[in-house]
């Protein structure tokens, strides 16, 4: 036994041994190896722990970032060398004692448990996340043209610096999600601003670009303010989801759970659509992270989620074109139950689809301006929705030109201006009966992944 220990642990030293940089990952794993090395010319049955914790670590590098990888080891190394220079002097001085050995029974008893401990709770690290969705903020600096009407563009940057104040203050919260439509009309100057804002929030963030993330005079047809293209969006966004000059991205924002950031957006329309370049570039993400629980974001909703939704021609722009296509692909894929959207302005609802659930989001701009918390634990994902904090007038003057702006497609055929009208248009809005809901998963959890 001892031989074949023995053996096991040369291999190691020579494979690991001759690291040139000591910074280094493989340095932090050739520490470690002395250590088991060390230990078992001490003692034999030490050795089955710290194999199992050596195992232990590379089940962790194969799920972890390299980051989280290299201050576990470190942590592990560190409490090695502690361990190891008690019993080296236990083990070398003629004056042992039953005493010291028990205590050393204590130390190797407690450092087992806090490997075990470590490990065992970072293996179910996608346990517990949560994390905060913001929609549809079009930040509007003031200019020429910006007024406070059913987008509140006057107040759009007061409401997301808001908005950014009041999710600093979530506790363990791990990242948060824009939907797009961050600007009016991808003017650099509102570029600039969110960025900025976006800056203030004290954990990660990531993006998706929005139909007005991008110049709008393909839209309108005539002369507007100057935005910038999506590619350009794309380069002031980066490290928030994009990676280089593409226009989607994915994305492990915290161990065991993959974000996948779409852009559902066509030049020159409110519209949306799925290309095909990104439907084969989506495939083949989703294949090669087939075991990662996984979310996807998109400007414009799948499905109707609603039965009035259904049943008016004049709201299918709130839809994407193709996207069945997406449907067939999400459909192949057991770890993806969510897909999130924004677009429609209208507060957090969703509809279930094939053991999908895909939902909406609030603006942040526009009455009733609200934002959601997720809670993602093994089994369930959970949402609460959140008013954007500001004063009772301002929130009685969105609500005022939500009605009074309010027209065309933002409502529904049966939403006229009468009362009855009114009241549906409203209560439609609102959403106040979808403020928490929860979701299983379609895996039933995330272990049958
Ligand atoms: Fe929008
Ligand atoms: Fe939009």
Known sequence: MLTSVNIFSFFFQRRFCPCSDHSSFRHLLHLHINCISFEIRKQVSFFAEQFSCFLNILYTCYKKTQSEILDRFYFIVKINEIYFTGGADYFSSPGGTLKKFMTDISKKLLLILLILFLFQTNCNAVDNVKFAVISDPHVSMPADGITDDFKMGLHSVEFLENTI???????????????????????????DKFSEIMSDLKVPSYVILGNHDQSVITQTGKACLPGVSKETMVWALQGHGFNGPSLWWSADPVPGLHLIGLDTNILGTWSGTISDAQLKWLERDLSSNRDIFTIVLGHHSIIPFSKEEEQTEHWQSFYMEKGEKLLEVFEKYKNISFYL?????????????NGIYHIVHPSTSTYPMRYTIYELTEEYLTYEV???????ETWELAKKNFFTFGTGFWRGTDMTDTSEGNKKYLDYYESNETLKAKFPLRSGNIKGL
């Open 165 to 191: 104040k009041d999710v600093n203050t979530i506790e363990d919260l791990d990242f948060v999600i824009f939907l797009g439509d961050l600007t009016k009309d991808g003017e650099p100057w509102n570029v």
């Open 341 to 353: 959207s924004g677009h429609r302005h209208v507060s957090t609802r969703a509809v279930e689809h």
């Open 386 to 392: 959140k008013n954007v904090p500001m004063d009772k």
